[in-house]
T-cell receptor, first 115, second 113 residues
Framework: NAGVTQTPKFQVLKTGQSMTLQCAQDMNHEYMSWYRQDPGMGLRLIHYSVGAGITDQGEVPNGYNVSRSTTEDFPLRLLSAAPSQTSVYFC??????????????FGDGTRLSIL | GDSVTQMEGPVTLSEEAFLTINCTYTATGYPSLFWYVQYPGEGLQLLLKATKADDKGSNKGFEATYRKETTSFHLEKGSVQVSDSAVYFCALKSGGSNYKLTFGKGTLLTVNP
């Protein structure tokens, strides 16, 4: 049972560099989301997708892009890394069943430092 | 908009002590409520959930009851163990929006032997 797989687990970047955080799920979930976790702030939604080809912005989308070409994958791109993007990033997925009451499943996170 | 207010931490307890972590919420409609746990260096795991008023979620000795009248979902455990040391997040999902959880800020629990 792989569940939600995130890579890499750790990454250090220099300001201005770009990179892609990978997220894959093998549960055939339609819904996928990206969150960032910062000390004392809980988790905040960056972008989400309700199905292949459909994405939308969350609370804190600036500086990030996403795409959803397949049901399984939902990569998050940092276009030009900034120190304010130093954070732990979590990908989550869920099924639309049970009228929206099903929980989200989370990956183990990517710890990203921007120097 | 939706919001979750969680008891500020950190909380430090001795083994076998009683635990309560308070959580209150503001939401439109009838949200589903969740507690997630994050062990050091790991991702979030669902601990328990409740999807309608008066439901009680329970798992691993933890319990929480969905109280619509007080808009609360407090987490309790009768006897904590060292292995319960973690960060606990209260979260809600409202309006059938399966893509978005609204989280509290998290409460760090440390249990000493």
């Amino acid at each position: 049972n792989a569940g939600v797989t995130q890579t890499p687990k750790f990454q250090v970047l220099k300001t201005g560099q770009s990179m892609t955080l990978q997220c894959a799920q093998d549960m055939n979930h339609e819904y996928m989301s990206w969150y960032r976790q910062d000390p004392g702030m809980g988790l905040r939604l960056i972008h989400y997708s309700v199905g292949a080809g459909i994405t939308d912005q969350g609370e804190v989308p600036n500086g990030y892009n996403v795409s959803r070409s397949t049901t399984e994958d939902f990569p998050l791109r940092l276009l030009s890394a900034a120190p304010s993007q130093t954070s732990v990033y979590f990908c989550a997925s869920s099924s639309p069943g049970d009228r929206g009451r099903l929980p989200q499943h989370f990956g183990d996170g990517t710890r990203l430092s921007i120097l | 908009g939706d919001s979750v207010t969680q008891m500020e931490g950190p909380v430090t307890l001795s083994e076998e002590a009683f635990l309560t972590i308070n959580c209150t919420y503001t939401a439109t409609g009838y949200p589903s409520l969740f507690w997630y746990v994050q062990y050091p260096g790991e991702g979030l795991q669902l601990l328990l959930k409740a999807t309608k008023a008066d439901d009680k979620g329970s798992n691993k000795g933890f319990e929480a009851t969905y109280r619509k009248e007080t808009t609360s979902f407090h987490l309790e455990k009768g006897s904590v163990q060292v292995s319960d040391s973690a960060v606990y997040f209260c979260a809600l999902k409202s309006g059938g929006s399966n893509y978005k959880l609204t989280f509290g800020k998290g409460t760090l629990l440390t249990v000493n032997p």
